[in-house]
């Protein structure tokens, strides 16, 4: 089984601090996400990255960088968190897309709160 | 661009009823379309999916879908509810348009199942 796993459940965090979010996936899997999710607004994509050292911006991107040094692992980053980045992140990661092989299986979510 | 609506943000239905959980998409290319279902406190799992070919796709814990492209929807049903059901539903649609590399999803903004005893 295809196995996510996120390095924090809860976190609370300070307003202005650098907050890092580490996302490790088990499949050798080259395509990673990260989302958040917030009430009424389903899942929005902040960052993706289809290789190592590889990213892109999603929809959401600002406020946040990204890190994907080694092919297992990728990481968002806060550089300075605010009140309005509590939420639920999580991540994902797929296959490339090979007709059939692009579902993307999540991680259990970081639910951040910044105060 | 891709987009999914869901329609009913809750829904409610006694144990034993048909589930029918509604989802819209648009997509300029012929799309990708997933139903991933979250439970209280964890992270999303696929329910199932349309790629290509039968357009009636059957997933796990016994529900199914429904492509028609003449409706642009992928609706959600189950015949009979369970209480174990109860959870939160996101309807998604994939990008396409490039042809390797990561394949993007586009959510819908949720739909949660309540089960009446």
């Known amino acids: 089984d295809v196995k996510v796993t996120q390095s924090s459940r809860y976190l609370v965090k300070r307003t202005g601090e650098k907050v890092f979010l580490e996302c490790v996936q088990d499949?050798?899997?080259?395509?990673m996400f990260w989302y958040r999710q917030d009430p009424g607004l389903g899942l929005r994509l902040i960052y993706f990255?289809?290789?190592?050292?590889?990213?892109e911006k999603g929809d959401i991107p600002e406020g946040y960088s990204v890190s994907r040094e080694k092919k297992e692992r990728f990481s968002l980053i806060l550089e300075s968190a605010s009140t309005n980045q509590t939420s639920m992140y999580l991540c994902?990661?797929?296959?490339?897309?090979?007709?059939?092989?692009?579902?993307?299986?999540f991680g259990p979510g970081t639910r951040l709160l910044v105060l | 661009a891709q987009s999914v609506t869901q329609l009913g943000s809750h829904v409610s239905v006694s144990e034993g009823a048909l589930v029918l959980l509604r989802c819209n998409y648009s997509?300029?290319?012929?799309?990708?379309l997933f139903w991933y279902v979250q439970y209280p406190n964890q992270g999303l799992q696929l329910l199932l999916k349309?790629?290509?070919?039968?357009?009636l796709v059957k997933g796990i814990n016994g529900f199914e879908a429904e492509f028609k492209k003449s409706e642009t929807s992928f609706h959600l049903t189950k015949p009979s509810a369970h209480m174990s059901d109860a959870a939160e539903y996101f309807c998604?649609?994939?990008?396409?348009?490039?042809?390797?590399?990561?394949?993007?999803?586009?959510f819908g903004q949720g739909t949660r199942l309540t089960i009446n005893p």
């Open positions: 994902a990661s797929s296959l490339p897309f090979k007709g059939q092989r692009e579902t993307q299986y």
């Open positions: 499949m050798d899997h080259e395509n």
């Open positions: 990255s289809y290789d190592v050292k590889m990213k």
């Open positions: 997509s300029s290319v012929p799309p990708y």
């Open positions: 349309y790629t290509t070919g039968a357009t």
């Open positions: 998604a649609v994939s990008d396409r348009e490039r042809g390797q590399g990561a394949q993007k999803l586009v």
